[in-house]
């Protein structure tokens, strides 16, 4: 399914490209640790999600920003159970299609899975070789991978939910996506990645608060930002950003939510460096147009959202607390 949600594509792509975390830890991998149906979670599943979601969350942070991190709570919650928390939530919503395509007679052969696995092979043969995973667990998450596109696309495409007419997507355009320019001084190295010397951020800070001290002054926002932005992209997009939840560091969709249109934010730091953000107005017609297949997709996520939440609305889920908390997280391979 095109536009099916990104958990099971990032999950798979990472799967190709990273592995899944060898065993480690009191709980074996091949040990269940929830249900949704009768469709298993086992202990490699969750360590593996986990792998997945400490990645993202902390994988591009560097130096303190890493041990802040884990020192800060998410959510009223330690870093380590937020982690643990969300990869479970990933588990539970994929185990929720794959048994919805079971309850809609929809099936996947052990031939259909094993012929999607020698595809593969290379890939798969190096993850379980590099990370000592088993070639059972491999194969388990590509059986619920490939139940839950058949659902996706046999299923969910054919209703009306997810064929939206152009109304119902620019009422969804004008609710969540969100426009803005920014100026940017970046405070990490742009080919490493690796943070600045401590006395090139000071220099940095120094010229955002003087940019900063022009654009509340009324100096023009967007002649700033092309003279003296090191985003690349400015050249791309001249006149702003458009953009969902999920799709822009944290740091900068948060910081353009809470402007008001037109307003200019307070010198805002991310892992990329200081920004100064200017809030625009949507145009519902040109913006929309330029933007229409990001808006589908985005759209398509959350219509996935509200299915996964009935889904599970209406299954038994069981989980073993005490399985999943003894899996590692933060020193985890």
Same mark, same amino acid.
């Given at each position: ?77 330690? #870093?380590?159970?937020? %982690?643990?928390? *969300?990869?479970? @939530?990933?588990?539970?919503?994929? &185990?929720?299609?794959?048994?919805? +395509? ?94 600045? #010397?401590?006395?090139? %951020?000071?220099? *940095?800070?120094? @010229?955002?608060?003087?940019?900063? &001290?022009?654009?509340?002054?009324? +100096? ?114």
């Amino acid at each position: 399914m095109k536009h099916m949600k990104k958990i099971l594509a990032l999950l798979m792509t990472a799967l190709l490209c990273i592995g899944v975390l060898a065993g480690c830890g009191a709980v074996e991998d091949t040990q269940t640790v929830a249900k949704v149906g009768n469709e298993v979670i086992t202990a490699g599943e969750l360590k593996y999600a986990i792998t997945i979601v400490k990645m993202q969350s902390v994988g591009q942070l560097q130096g303190d920003a890493v041990e802040e991190f884990w020192s800060t709570e998410k959510d009223g919650k330690d #870093a380590e159970s937020y %982690i643990r928390e *969300k990869a479970m @939530e990933l588990l539970l919503n994929i &185990a929720a299609m794959a048994q919805a +395509a079971k309850d809609n007679n929809l099936t996947v052969t052990a031939a259909e899975v094993d012929e999607e696995f020698e595809t593969n092979q290379e890939s798969y043969q190096q993850t379980i070789s590099t990370y000592g995973t088993s070639e059972e667990a491999l194969k388990a998450i590509l059986r619920k991978q490939m139940l839950y596109n058949k659902y996706g696309e046999r299923v969910l495409l054919s209703s009306e939910r997810f064929n939206p007419s152009e109304e119902a997507l620019k009422e969804y355009f004008a609710n969540n996506f969100y426009k803005a320019q920014h100026i940017l001084k970046m405070t990490v190295d742009q080919t490493s990645g690796q943070p600045l #010397a401590q006395a090139d %951020i000071e220099a *940095k800070k120094a @010229e955002i608060d003087s940019l900063l &001290a022009k654009a509340k002054g009324g +100096a023009d926002f967007k002649a700033l930002m092309m003279e003296h932005s090191e985003d690349s992209g400015k050249e791309q997009s001249p006149d702003g950003y458009v953009f969902a939840e999920g799709t822009m560091v944290p740091e900068f969709y948060e910081g353009t939510v809470a402007l008001a249109e037109n307003a200019v934010s307070d010198v805002i730091e991310s892992s990329y460096g200081y920004h100064i953000i200017k809030r625009l107005p949507l145009d519902i017609e040109t913006d929309f147009t330029a933007n229409l297949s990001s808006v589908q997709s985005a759209y398509m996520v959350a219509e996935e959202d509200k299915v996964v939440a009935e889904l599970l609305a209406t299954m038994e889920v069981t989980q073993d607390d005490a399985k999943i908390d003894a899996i590692p997280v933060r020193d985890a391979q």
